[in-house]
């Protein structure tokens, strides 16, 4: 058995049991779930437990997000294809390699400039050529190109950042983790005639948001 071969065993069996399992339904995202091959994201010393149930280290204190976390947040965006989206939180290009692979363009943000280079060297080499990579405080959205039809938070936050709702189209979806700095809820957040209509998921845990309509640096 090769690597690559086992690799691709480990992300099938990742799939069935950690997300199929769990209730994650959509086909779609099981498809590109099934596809992007994360052990490319993670760092080599990882690279054998890519395909395990848990965040990993990327450096810089960051993590990738666990395999079950990132499609549950992918599945309650509700892409369909041609959407505009925003990724707050880059880290590996994991999350957002996913959503390129089901929206027409991703800006992804991270405030580390380290891994947003890292990040992008990462989809390059998956062929994933959809995406935009901006280093800025993500807590301001990225106005630039607003309104995005669906915009996804990927470190925990105290509260959904105003200029980002701003940020959201009418009608359009934002999936945020809010809480404090040890536990978050998962919420998705739509915007329904300028105004917040609020779904609250499940307990998690993410990293910081860090920024000015963040947390603040410790
Ligand atoms: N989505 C990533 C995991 C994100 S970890 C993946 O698929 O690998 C959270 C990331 O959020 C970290 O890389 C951290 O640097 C970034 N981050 C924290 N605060 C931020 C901010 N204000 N703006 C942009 N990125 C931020």
């Known amino acids: 058995m090769n690597q690559k071969h086992d690799f691709d065993l480990a ?6 049991q950690q997300i199929e399992a769990r209730g994650v339904s959509n086909p779609v995202v099981l498809a590109v779930m099934r596809e992007v091959q994360r052990h490319l994201f993670v760092p080599e010393a990882y690279q054998a437990r ?13 993590t990738i997000s666990q395999p079950y976390m990132v499609a ?11 959407e505009k989206v925003l990724e707050l939180g880059t880290g590996s290009g994991y999350q957002a390699s996913i959503l390129a ?13 380290e891994l947003s280079e890292k990040a992008h060297r990462n989809t390059d080499a998956c062929g ?11 807590t301001k959205g990225w106005p630039n190109e607003a309104p995005y039809d669906a915009i996804l938070i990927t470190a925990g936050a105290p509260t959904v950042p105003e200029p980002v709702f701003d940020q959201l189209s009418e009608g359009g979806r934002m999936v945020i983790p809010v809480g404090d700095r040890f536990s978050q809820t998962l919420r998705v957040v739509q915007k329904k005639q300028g105004l917040k209509k609020v779904e ?19």
């Not at 890519?50 to 960051?62: E, K, R, S, T, V």
């Not at 994933?128 to 993500?138: E, S």
């Not at 609250?200 to 410790?218: A, I, K, N, P, Q």
Request: hydrophobic share 40%; net charge negative; proline share 4%.
């Open 101 to 113: 692979r089901l929206a027409r363009w991703v800006y992804t943000l991270d405030r580390i400039p």
């Open 72 to 82: 549950v947040m992918t599945e309650l965006l509700k892409l369909k294809g041609h």
């Open 50 to 62: 890519a395909y395990d149930d848990c965040p990993l280290p990327i450096g810089h204190g960051q």
């Open 200 to 218: 609250s998921y499940f307990e998690c845990r993410f990293v910081d948001l860090v920024g000015e309509h963040g947390w603040s640096e410790t």
């Open 11 to 16: 992300r099938e069996r990742m799939v069935r």
């Open 128 to 138: 994933i050529t959809n995406l935009t990579f901006i280093v800025a405080d993500g």
